[in-house]
């Protein structure tokens, strides 16, 4: 008898079974919006599932079972879906140029992946500055929580890059690159030519020009090796201050805590994650931190760090001395671009590129933090592997295009879901705004003109699909707002799909 399946018409998630399901295990819409799949094929099959596809985030991992936990978004096994691979025709090239990649984070990887399985003959070749194998960056505050050993931050073991006959370079830094003679110059004097290049050069921390930046126990968190300085040093009952209260310092802050050392945040802001909350909301989550025994200090302005040569404490602009063991900043990044500058590639914040990933020179690519497409910096990690599996096609003779993502961020920041697309802050009275405020959850709706232009979710974000389609194709809403709504009756209108 063939295997039925439902489709979610939701998010289009699809479920294998004789009944639909009581809600969508993805995007959490009730049974009632689940359609019979009439297109599923009729065949069964006794094969065991070929892949297995993350109901959070998507990460799609191959193999005969699920992994213990999701490399993207800590998703454990049982949050995986078995799902049958169909062999979908590959274009491949005879190509037997060799493309070089710098770079080894997950734009960097994921090129290389994508030249392999294009050009089959070609030399690809992956430099890193750092000694370790190739890791999940987005994996540190688990590494640093001692909740990941260091065998499980690899994207890949050593020989995975020997079957792929893909060469790692490790530990060696470019010093130059000589574009008119594609040549690479290696610190040290050896000197490397290429056909193709991809810079996947990413982002370095922030550590703002104040006094007392080069003292002893001050730390940025980018590297493997970063996390293991502080680990060494932020043992039980050790003044840690964590400047910055965004994604990074809010999870770096948690993982210290997790080891009994006594945290305090500086966010300049006067909210946490200023870049994805307003003050609502921020607010709300700022409660959730302060329950975790962690210490708060928001709008505040860092002066210098003292002590002599270990630093001592943090003095801030208001007269007020944080006393400090260690100091770890977490307030942004910034682009690696000095190689490509030197280059007379085209640089604005980040290396520009076109819809091919292309700079400023054919044979020269640039993805992941250092990229910048159509005036924006994503510096996130699936924007990254898609810009990175673009550019290795395109560097092994295919035509791909990458036409960018939608600027939402749907996060777990400290065990709390959080969803937010859009313009959350109006700038005039033109712009209606509907808030829902409730133990644990928080909601905002951002409209103009009849449109939904941005929203927040934090707690339940089971809404997320919807409002993000709402926004994307612009759809009117002036039926939704019709006669008098208030926050909760606007949400439950926009669960129902109205």
């Known amino acids: 008898m063939p295997e039925q399946s439902w ?3 939701v998010c289009g998630y699809v479920h294998v079974g004789a009944e639909p399901p ?54 454990c096994a049982d949050q995986f879906e078995g799902v049958e691979l169909k062999d979908a025709p590959i274009e491949t090239h005879a190509n037997q140029d060799t493309i070089v990649i710098i770079g080894a984070g997950i734009s960097g990887i994921s090129a290389a992946e994508a030249a392999r399985k294009t050009a089959p003959d070609a030399r690809i070749l992956v430099i890193s500055r750092e000694k370790d194998l190739p890791y999940y960056r987005l994996n540190l505050t688990r590494f ?20 792929q006959r893909i060469e790692l370079l490790l530990g060696r830094e470019v010093a130059a690159i000589e574009v008119a003679e594609k040549m690479l110059q290696i610190k040290g004097g050896e000197t490397l030519g290429f056909d193709r290049l991809i810079l996947s050069l990413g982002a370095h921390s922030f550590i703002p020009p104040i006094e007392g930046v080069d003292k002893k126990h001050v730390f940025g968190l980018r590297t493997r090796q970063d996390a293991l300085a502080i680990s060494q040093q932020a043992g039980r009952g050790q003044r840690c201050v964590v400047i910055g209260g965004g994604v990074l310092g809010l999870e770096a802050a948690a993982a210290l805590a997790q ?9 300049g802001f006067d909210w946490l994650l200023p870049r994805q ?88 690519f640039a993805v992941g933090d250092v990229a910048e497409h159509q005036g924006v910096i994503y510096g996130t990690w699936l924007p990254a592997q898609a810009q990175g599996a673009i550019a290795g096609l395109n560097a092994a003779g295919g035509a791909g295009r990458f036409m960018g993502v939608p600027r939402s961020n749907n996060l777990k920041v400290l065990d709390v879901d959080l969803f937010s697309i859009g ?67 606007l949400r439950l209108r926009l669960k129902e799909g109205f």
């Open 7 to 9: 489709l979610c018409s």
């Open 22 to 75: 009581e809600c969508c295990s993805v995007c959490g819409a009730d049974q009632s919006v689940f359609e019979h799949n009439v297109n599923a094929t009729s065949e069964t099959t006794d094969r065991a599932p070929s892949a297995w596809s993350c109901l959070v985030c998507f990460y799609m991992h191959q193999g005969d079972s699920p992994p213990d936990n999701c490399p993207v978004c800590s998703a």
């Open 144 to 163: 640093l929580a001692g909740e990941l050993a260091a065998e499980k931050l690899l994207i890949h073991p050593s020989d995975w890059y020997e079957e």
């Open 259 to 267: 080891g009994g050392a006594d945290i305090t945040i500086v966010e």
């Open 277 to 364: 909350l307003n003050r609502a909301a921020g607010e709300q989550l700022a409660e959730h931190v302060r329950r975790l025994g962690i210490r708060l200090v928001l709008g505040g302005r860092v002066q210098k760090l003292t002590g002599d040569e270990h630093v001592a404490g943090v003095a801030l602009e208001s007269g007020e001395v944080l006393p400090a063991d260690l100091v770890v900043f977490a307030a942004g990044v910034r682009c690696n671009s000095a190689l490509a500058r030197q280059a007379k590639l085209d640089v604005n914040n980040g290396i520009l590129v076109d819809d091919s990933l292309r700079t400023s020179h054919t044979d020269i």
């Open 423 to 489: 313009q959350i802050v109006p700038e005039d009275g033109s712009y209606s705004l509907y808030e829902v405020q409730e133990e644990g959850d928080y909601s905002l709706f951002v409209f103009r003109s009849g449109q939904l232009i941005g929203a927040i979710l934090l707690g339940d974000t089971s809404m997320a699909p919807q409002l993000k389609k709402l926004i994307e194709e612009q759809r009117s809403c002036t039926e939704l707002l019709a006669g008098p709504v208030d926050g909760h009756d």
